[in-house]
């Protein structure tokens, strides 16, 4: 059974930074890319960053060189350090297998319950 625990949200200035974590239990870890997704509030949720099991990276235009996504396989916990954040990346932040940035993933997969993240200007 697949559990995904998001964690490390909060509420920063713009210009600051925030580190999520995300612990995956059950097969999803060993077998995918895992990435972070986000939505914010009336808008579709949408993959930002990914990380495959070799360490190749993936980003979203809006978050590359401010976003930096890494993986502990022996924690089987996936995070993601942002920097520079803006206003604009306000949105709750969900962890799950995915690679193809800017999709939404599969609603039919399980997911956990997110971790907000909240930036003022």
């Known amino acids: 059974q697949v559990q995904l625990v998001e964690s490390g949200g909060g509420l920063v200035q713009a210009g600051g930074s925030l580190r999520l974590s995300c612990v995956a239990s059950?097969?999803?870890?060993?077998?995918?890319?895992m990435g972070w997704y986000r939505q914010a509030p009336g808008k579709q949720r949408e993959l930002v960053a990914a990380?495959?099991?070799?360490?190749?990276?993936n980003y979203l235009d809006s978050v590359e060189g401010r976003f930096t996504i890494s993986r502990d396989n022996a924690k089987n916990t996936v995070y993601l350090q942002m920097n520079s954040l803006k206003p604009e990346d306000t949105a709750v932040y969900y962890c799950n297998r995915g690679w193809r940035v800017g999709t939404k993933g599969d609603d039919n997969d399980y997911w956990g319950q997110g971790t907000q993240v909240t930036v003022s200007s």
């Open positions: 990380i495959n099991r070799l360490g190749t990276l």
């Open positions: 059950g097969s999803i870890f060993a077998i995918s890319a």
